[in-house]
């Protein structure tokens, strides 16, 4: 069966410091990957995609994927407040369809 | 608007009723998702379709209907609910693309919280 797994957290960080989420997936054959952002009674919004092994940063996030190693991971610089949520880490397994596996996410919470 | 919006937001109904939970998307995506979304489960997949009048079941499909005869539509009925689909469900909507490129993200909607008494 494939998975993807996360810490349920949560994870408490200072503001300003680094935050960092960790998502392993049980599929060699994954072709892309998706870090989600979701506030509480809110619907799940992109963050990142990333698809080749190694570091994608956009501002203060960065996407890392290790395939070989079957992790992908979301770096969160300078952490603000604002950055209180739920991240889902989420997997796409390939296939004609393209659906996307969804861990059951890691709650961030940035104390001021 | 344009986006992906959900209807009703908000529904509460009663074991055995049929409900319908409405989906509309103005992107003209291809593909459409119903999820649910429960405590200690994360997101579910339920149904997807890949086209107009192309459907197929997703990992909890029991106990739920889809159609979907435009490409801008695609409705969620339960028969006859039940308390176990009290829940929140979350339409999506990707373009055509299987990997790569950006083309394979999917979008929400804002969700629907339903909750069956």
């Known amino acids: 069966q494939k998975e993807v797994e996360q810490n349920s957290g949560p994870l408490s960080v200072p503001e300003g410091a680094i935050a960092s989420l960790n998502c392993t997936y049980s599929?060699?054959?994954?072709?892309?990957f998706f870090w989600y952002r979701q506030y509480s009674g809110k619907s799940p919004e992109l963050i990142m995609s990333?698809?080749?092994?190694g570091d994608k940063e956009d501002g203060r996030f960065t996407a890392q994927l290790n395939k070989a190693s079957q992790y992908v991971s979301l770096l969160i610089r300078d952490s603000q407040p604002s950055d209180s949520a739920t991240y889902l880490c989420?997997?796409?397994?390939?296939?004609?369809?393209?659906?996307?596996?969804f861990g059951k996410g890691t709650k961030l919470s940035v104390k001021p | 608007d344009a986006g992906i919006t959900q209807s009703p937001r908000y529904k509460i109904t009663e074991t055995g009723r049929q409900v319908t939970l409405m989906c509309h998307q103005t992107?003209?995506?291809?593909?459409m998702f119903w999820y649910r979304q429960d405590l200690g489960h994360g997101l579910r997949l339920i149904y997807y379709?890949?086209?107009?009048?192309?459907?197929d079941k997703g990992e909890v499909p029991d106990g739920y209907v889809v159609s979907r005869s435009k490409t801008e539509n695609f409705p969620l009925t339960l028969e006859s609910a039940t308390r176990s689909q009290t829940s929140v469900y979350f339409c999506?909507?990707?373009?055509?693309?299987?990997?790569?490129?950006?083309?394979?993200?999917?979008?929400f909607g804002p969700g629907t919280r339903l909750t069956v008494l």
């Open positions: 999506a909507s990707k373009g055509s693309g299987t990997s790569g490129g950006g083309t394979d993200t999917q979008y």
């Open positions: 599929d060699r054959g994954s072709q892309s």
């Open positions: 990333i698809y080749s092994n």
């Open positions: 989420a997997v796409n397994y390939g296939g004609s369809q393209g659906n996307l596996i």
């Open positions: 992107w003209s995506h291809s593909y």
């Open positions: 379709s890949a086209a107009a009048d192309i459907t």
